[in-house]
């Protein structure tokens, strides 16, 4: 085992500790970016005006009559940008538009004393527009050939040639949606100049040392201007990765022209207008299988809904196809990934980050394959299972496969799917209204930024004279517990009690160039950070116990707050503590430290990790993009009203792999939350956007809490059993542990899954049902009555069997009272398919 | 009203002086602006529940019960002479509240924003005197009570992004009951603080409670565009989101005459400003249909401020309590300085956000006729089961006798401009046996009711179409389907 990951005795990583700003969150005392403003003098508050189209030019824009308005200070417009007028990495977001690219854009800024005098004055701005045409939705992207960014194709073997073999085949479509943050703390950015005209911006942003270039670039300011500060995030999700750039240049913008602080924060309708979402997809499938339901061929087209501009819709995209296969072993595979272009919000990262995506496309075809095939579903997904020494399409061998196993069994054992399954069947046959069903689905997905560069990470370690550890790192914490695991590595490492070890907020003037806080990875690029650093600080310590303790440095054990000889150390005694024959029994940590420092021994240091082992074609889409697969099953079981299609959430058992967990609270904090927020995208999350041809086209129709609805505590699974996956041990990373941010919101397919054979059991057995995505009771209330007999669902396509139906002759948008369910007969496995 | 007097409130056991707040500045803003940063914006609509505290009010007895409310929603004046808990007056990092010591040591915090919020709503449960005598429920809903008797709507109204929320039930079934000494459970026993008359003007306007009903209809007839307001569930939510300002706003949800619940022999004549909480405690059961809409109205957040006035007076279409009072044949009592008169509910309102309503009027009261139908059903299609607004929302009153429906009457939200009966489909009832093909023949009718609309929350199709299951179901559930161990 590497040292990385090797832990010592009685570690503080592995324990169940609360997280480590606990006690401030639930007394309210925990600062937010926004908390800081109502501390700080003369704040200028910034309020945006939006443009009411989808796609415009602005003819004119004349903010005079806003300037009389009391308070308002200054409106903020391109012409008083002295660096680069742009907002993102693409170059292709200016911070103040001239063509207005979605409805809800902001064309410019107004300051004011108040947020009050700052809405009145954004009332007042006169903006003329130029309305153009718009395209709204990726159907319509995709009709009128809008794309942007590269189009990537993953491929292995003889795709066309496994299709004409085999002895199934069946395409689809489907098209899923997207979703929104709703972190509930919205974007928020307060900047100040300093003297000097050095700018310092706090932000809650997932990736300081990004939102610092966008400020400086937007400046024209070196980096080393600026300073960007994260104290905490009330939550993230990929929301804050790119998005908070360009607010924080809005306030940096504004501090350096008035000399006053800027407050920029959006409210939750700004926020959900402005800001970017998880990216729907449209896919269109053919599935070849042979007569044991193994999957030969799978050839896919997958269209991102990018939004106006690139933003990082490519590496979702190129994520999204390396998820395709999920745990699953397809031989022969063509997916082609295209991003559209729509007059809508950029579309950005959001926790899986093209992983949910590409796995959903999947477990659909599973899903509604399955009685097509004649095989039990929970079967028909065991038995395409990847083995040990199998590649993913893209060419990286797939390591410990055996652990889905584990998952799968445990989760198939302790949660009694047997006997529950035999109650359910019982259920249901004596229920005519309410039907039940249980669905079980895995999750592989990778780890590691797909960029390679980005996999590096550092830390700064001080260790005072008193022997009081403060720590930094570059990751942020948006309540995912980073920080509670970097306190636990740093005390791991430096072998002292967690009390002594403090961490400081994250600011890009302690840790420079950092990687954003995404991909899963913070804990282990950081971690591994930390540890470097204080290992460091170890090693220069150690020379100075030895002369106390009297035995070789390497014999220096460091245990306990203490350092001791090392039982087996010459002229030591078995016995604990025992010492050199001229030296001391233990040195305590506080007194190893103040003699160090009166010897001159640098007590801080800074740590640097990188990933090795990653190499990634982007071109070609193939290598060894992730260190490693986080693996995890989860089997849901849910309850279907047939009157209404509403439903509830039974029973969730889930077996999910950490590694050696880090934190177990944290992680299964980790792994609930990811599950229940995946349930909310599959089945309540319904972002609606107005795709009519009247005024308000382009404009998001579920624009505020009221209309989008998050998961509540009537979503919660009323039981719900979450195990970590035990003897898991990753070799390689930080102290044998895994990353834990994004897989499990991927089990959330289960539910969608379940809801789609409990809509089927309302029909007779072997029935297929199409479920439209997101799974609203008023989809599956579809779906049942297609089960019914009563016509097919809207906004869903019928799967298609080869060779019996003819291809591709399902409805874009089917008639429900129309196109009746396909005969039983049809689904008996009848030999080949073309 | 003394002028002069020093409009405060009551904040953590200090007095904190309203004067120089804008009357449309929010609780929210103004305790924010106080320092007490507690408290969080993240819907500023009442949809979240990041900004509730606690406020002392009456118990329905002589004493004090701590409620939960959305501080995003009530005008920081309204809370004149009242006393607020915040998360920072619960307890500090050094010394939490039980709640507080809960929810941290469970996980019941990650990113920590929605957690002040969380914690004034567990804390309110928490204190509720009754809490522990619950006896332990059973059915479909027994997950959804502890056996301390915590009952979990009492977070409806509280939205967490990163837990999944298991933690958070862990720690609201986890609370003892208050230890003897504790500050706020004696503070129970004294009666809350007597409204008191407030007047607070700014730029934007006026703020004016008055002390009684005859006060306020002397403001109404001075200033007849004036907004009046009670729990301002609604119009908080305007002024927060859609910029609206009034020159002149009345506080009305503390008026004694508009706070009673009076039981004759031929109706049940309820208050205007009783919170639907309150409601729930008054009428103890006696009215089954509006106990079914209680648990689906809204949060507990929000019901501890939306009035029944208030939600028949805004004449929104999608009001929950409107089909139900529709079914119920209520009767709407208004009140002006020319004394009282009565309008059928079914001919109160004229169209969107429109009704009979008079400007130098106010709604003192609903009566409800009895005696009331023996078979009732209130069914509330939404996306989400706790705190969403009905795409569709039935309410069905029957009276069945030998087999026969006498009377039928159906309330019907979300299908037209204003809430309907369902005339055509009562019509299609009455008279005839109630059987599965009576049913399904009105079901067919109920189907063509109103005009629903395609929206964001549901296609026009699917409203139909669960306009006529809902009469299948109330038929089903007369006639419940064999039950196994499952």
Known sequence: ?834 | MTPGQRLSVTVNGTERGLAGTDPATNALDWLRGQGLTGAKEGCAEGECGACAVLVARPDGGSGTEWTAVNACLVPAASLDGQEVVTAEGLGTPDHLHPVQHEMAVRGGSQCGYCTPGFVCSMAAEYYRADRQDDTARVGSDAHESGPNGFRLGALSGNLCRCTGYRPIRDAAFALASPAADDVLALRRSDAPRPPVGTRLSGDTGTYARAADLDEALDLLTDHPDAVVVAGSTDWGVDVSLRGARARFVIGIDRLPELRRVEVGDDAVEIGAALTLTELERELAGRIPLLDQVFPQFASRLIRNGATLGGNVGTASPIGDLPPALLALEAVVVLASPDGDRQVPLADYWTGYRQSVRRPDELIRAVRIPLPLSPTTAFHKIAKRRYDDISSVAVAVALDVVDGSVRRARIGLGGVAATPVRALATEAALEGRAWTTSTVQAAAEVMRGEGTPLDDHRASAAYRSAVLGTSLLRVLADEQPERRVDA
């Not at chain 1, 130029?130 to 003889?158: D, K, T």
């Not at chain 1, 087996?568 to 001229?582: H, K, L, N």
């Not at chain 1, 060779?803 to 429900?816: F, N, T, Y």
């Open chain 1, 1 to 834: 085992m590497t040292t990385l990951s090797r832990q010592p005795a009685d570690p503080v990583v592995g324990q169940p500790i609360p997280h480590e700003s606990a006690t401030l969150h639930v007394t309210g005392a925990a600062l937010y970016t926004d908390d800081l403003s109502v501390r700080t003098h003369g704040v200028l508050h910034a309020h945006p005006v939006q443009a009411p189209h989808a796609h415009a030019h602005v003819t004119r824009l004349d903010p005079t009559a806003a300037l009389t308005v009391p308070g308002v200070v200054r409106v903020l417009t391109a012409a008083d940008v002295p660096g680069v007028n742009d907002a993102g990495v693409k170059h292709d977001e200016p911070l103040f538009p001239s063509e207005v690219m979605f409805f809800g854009h902001a064309v410019c800024w107004v300051l004011a004393d108040t947020l009050e005098a700052a809405r009145l004055g954004a009332l007042a701005v006169e903006v003329d527009y130029e309305p153009l045409p718009s395209i709204v939705g990726v159907r319509e992207a995709i009709e009128a050939g809008s794309f942007q960014g590269g189009q990537p194709r993953l491929e292995r073997g003889a795709v066309d040639d496994a299709f004409v073999a085999a002895d199934h085949v069946f395409s689809g479509e489907l098209d899923l949606a997207g979703q929104e943050h709703f972190y509930l703390e919205t974007h928020c950015s307060l900047a100040h100049v300093d003297e000097g005209g050095q700018v310092f911006v706090q932000s809650s942003t997932q990736h300081p040392t990004e939102t610092q270039q966008i400020v400086a670039h937007v400046l024209g300011l070196a980096s080393h201007a600026v300073t960007v500060q994260c104290l905490r995030m009330g939550g993230g999700f990929g929301g804050k990765e790119m998005q908070p750039h360009g607010y924080a240049a809005v306030a940096a913008l504004g501090a350096v022209l008035t000399g006053r602080p800027v407050r920029l924060r959006l409210t939750r309708t700004q926020d959900l207008t402005m800001t970017g979402k998880r990216h729907g997809f449209h896919a269109q499938w053919r599935a070849a299988f042979d007569g044991d339901g193994r999957i030969q061929a799978l050839d896919a087209t997958l269209t991102s809904d990018g939004g106006w501009s690139l933003d990082l819709s490519e590496p979702v995209l190129a994520r999204a196809l390396c998820h395709v296969d999920n745990a699953y072993w397809i031989p022969h595979l063509r997916v082609d990934g295209r991003i559209a272009l729509t007059h809508k919000t950029s579309q950005t990262a959001f926790r899986g980050f093209g992983g949910p995506q590409g796995m959903l496309v999947i477990e659909d075809v599973l899903g509604r394959c399955a009685p097509l095939l004649g095989i039990d579903p929970v079967e028909l997904r065991r038995r395409n299972f990847y083995t040990a020494g199998q590649e993913t399409p893209y060419g990286q061998v797939v390591r410990h496969p055996e652990r889905a196993v584990a998952c799968w069994d445990q989760v198939r054992t302790t949660g009694e799917l047997a006997e529950r399954s035999v109650a359910i069947a019982a259920f249901n046959a004596s229920h005519e209204h309410t039907k039940r069903a249980v669905a079980v689905t895995p999750v592989k997905f990778g780890i590691s930024f797909n960029f390679t560069a980005f996999n590096q990470a550092g830390a700064l370690v001080h260790v005072y004279k008193d022997g009081s550890v403060l720590i930094t790192h570059g990751g942020t914490e948006m309540g995912q517990g980073l920080h509670t695991k970097m306190l636990q590595v740093a005390a791991t490492s430096l072998a002292v009690p967690l009390s002594l070890v403090r961490l400081a907020p994250t600011r890009t003037d302690k840790v420079p160039n950092t990687s954003a806080t995404a991909a899963s990875s913070g804990a282990d690029l950081n971690g591994a950070a930390v540890k470097d650093a204080c290992e460091q600080i170890l090693d220069r310590l150690r020379a100075v116990a030895a002369a106390r303790l009297g035995v070789p440095g390497e014999d220096v054990r460091f245990e306990d707050g203490h350092a001791r000889a090392a039982a087996e150390a010459p002229g030591a005694s078995a016995a604990s503590g025992a010492s050199g024959a001229s030296g001391e029994a233990e040195v305590a940590w506080a007194d190893l430290v103040s003699e160090a420092y009166y010897q001159r021994v640098q007590l801080w240091a800074a740590g640097f990790y990188r990933t090795e082992g990653l190499h990634w074609d982007s071109t070609t889409m193939h290598g060894s993009p992730f260190k490693y697969y986080s693996y995890g099953a989860a089997a849901a079981e849910v309850e279907v009203d047939g009157f209404t299609g509403a439903y509830r959430l039974r029973r969730v058992d889930i077996v999910h792999d950490v590694g050696d967990s880090l934190s177990p609270l944290v992680d299964v904090g980790q792994v609930e939350g990811g599950f229940v927020q995946g349930a909310g995208w599959l089945t309540l999350e319904d972002l609606r956007w107005d795709d009519s041809t009247g005024s308000s086209r382009g404009r998001l129709a579920t624009a505020s809490a009221s209309t989008y609805k998050l998961p509540s505590f009537s979503e919660m699974p009323e039981v719900f059993n979450v195990a970590l996956l035990e003897r898991a041990t990753e070799d390689g990373v930080v102290y044998g542990s895994k990353a834990v941010g994004e897989p499990p919101l991927m089990l959330a397919i289960s539910v969608r899954e379940a809801l789609r054979q409990a809509a089927a059991a309302f029909g007779p057995a072997g029935t297929q049902v199409d479920l439209a995505s997101p799974a609203t009771p008023e989809a599956v209330f579809w779906a049942v009555q297609q089960a019914r007999g009563a016509g097919q669902p809207p906004h869903t396509v019928a799967v298609v069997r080869e060779g019996s139906e003819g291809v591709g002759v399902a409805p874009e948008r089917a008639d429900p009272d129309g196109h009746p369910l396909r005969p039983h007969s049809e689904q008996v496995a009848a030999g080949r398919g073309d």
